[in-house]
């Protein structure tokens, strides 16, 4: 065994987390960069790190967050205000597409390049320090190193990893949560469950990250009520953030499966949220993998305390009602678009074109 067990976050849980790690935050650097979209002035975290800062003296500039799924001018935004501000840390606030972009343009600020050569190059393994702060419960983003950015030319998401964008420190805090409607907290807990159940099935997955994938689906497991009815109480929040950084940090050990790649092309092309473009995928994934996945399936089921992935599916198209019509015409092009990176994955099973326009018919035409 080659490789056990390492995540360079140091991931602290709970109410008022922020504040009570002020400390944590100034020994980061002394003028921070926020990177933060307007949902984070309404929820409370924005004046949190504004109180955090203020009270350890760290002089601080605000740049709005991207859209969601960001793109390179996105990231361009954040670089450009960071060399203005000549921030030495960046604090990054929201959902994924913040946080993501925050990563990599920390890694090109810190090695003085443009988000131009995103398309061109590799990142180097520098970024200057970040704490993130996870306002959706989701992307798992705040526990790991990577970053999803939308490059153009052919249109597509990149997935960017070097182990210094791992954010030093991420600060969950459930309250900033309370804000989402409950279509995104449905979208969103999905894409936890997507990670989760893929860290889980892959070939080559650690027994550290098997304990990890359980232990996030019982969490979700104790919110799928909340999920069915859209009310979520303070419990439902703290477990569906809780089962979403859990998600993130089997991610740093397992890395997802074809079902995010193929879900990119129907978010790229269809505008669909991620959580949902994955999780619609989830079900028929797994039963035509099932040859290398049989005994992880059950435990998945088991711990969702579901009982065939019938109910699996079921499940996410009412907490996520499917919509829009699909040709066949239309999944061919997704399933040749997807093809080059998600085949290339660990998927249980060694997968074809063929299988992925199949999972693509069964999950958006035959449902
Ligand atoms: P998001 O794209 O970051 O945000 C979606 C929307 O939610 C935005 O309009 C945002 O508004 C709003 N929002 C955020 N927090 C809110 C709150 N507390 N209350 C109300 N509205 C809120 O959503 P996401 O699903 O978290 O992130 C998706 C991105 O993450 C995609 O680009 C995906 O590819 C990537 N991703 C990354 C990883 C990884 O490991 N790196 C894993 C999975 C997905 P504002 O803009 O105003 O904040
Ligand atoms: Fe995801």
New binding site residues.
């Given amino acids: 065994m080659d490789h056990f067990f390492h995540i360079p976050t140091e991931l602290l849980f709970g109410d008022g987390i922020v504040m009570k790690n002020a400390d944590k935050l100034a020994r980061l650097g002394k003028r921070a960069l926020i990177v933060a979209?307007?949902?984070?002035d309404a929820?409370g975290s924005l004046s949190d790190i504004y109180a955090a800062l203020d009270e350890k003296s760290v002089a601080h500039a605000r740049v709005m967050?991207p859209k969601?799924?960001?793109d390179q001018p996105d990231v361009q935004r954040i670089v450009d205000a960071g060399r203005d501000f000549r921030a030495d840390f960046i604090v990054a606030i929201?959902?994924?597409?913040?946080i993501?972009a925050s990563k990599v343009a920390a890694a090109l600020l810190a090695q003085g390049l443009n988000a131009a050569s995103l398309e061109r190059k590799p990142l180097k393994d520098a970024a200057l320090p970040l704490a993130a702060i996870p306002?959706?419960a989701?992307?798992?983003?705040e526990a790991?190193s990577?970053?999803?950015i939308t490059l153009e030319n052919p249109k597509r998401?990149k997935t960017f990893l070097t182990p210094a964008m791992a954010p030093r420190l991420g600060l969950l805090d459930p309250k900033?949560?309370y804000?989402?409607d409950a279509d995104?907290t449905a979208?969103?807990a999905i894409?936890a469950m997507a990670?989760l159940v893929e860290g889980y099935v892959r070939t080559g997955r650690t027994r550290i990250g098997e304990m990890l994938a359980l232990e996030g689906l019982s969490r979700l497991a104790d919110c799928k009520d909340a999920l069915l009815n859209k009310t979520y109480d303070a419990q439902a929040r703290s477990n569906l953030l809780y089962a979403a950084m859990i998600g993130?940090v089997t991610?740093a050990h397992c890395r997802t499966l074809a079902p995010h790649q193929m879900g990119y092309q129907l978010t790229n092309f269809r505008g669909m949220p991620?959580?949902q473009a994955c999780g619609v995928l989830m079900a028929s994934f797994l039963d035509k993998t099932r040859a290398g996945c049989e005994e992880q399936i059950g435990k998945i089921l088991r711990a969702l305390g579901m009982n065939d992935l019938g109910e699996l599916k079921a499940f996410i198209a009412k907490v996520l009602p499917p919509h829009g019509d699909y040709t066949r015409e239309e999944l061919e092009r997704y399933a040749e678009g997807s093809a080059g990176d998600a085949l290339g994955k660990p998927n249980p099973v060694e997968m074809d074109r063929e299988m992925l326009l199949n999972i693509f018919v069964e999950s958006l035409i035959e449902n």
């Fill in positions: 979209g307007k949902s984070a929820n967050g969601p799924n960001p929201g959902g994924g597409s913040p993501d306002t959706t989701g992307t798992g983003t790991n990577y970053s999803i998401k900033y949560t804000s989402l995104q979208s969103t894409d990670h993130g991610l991620h959580g």
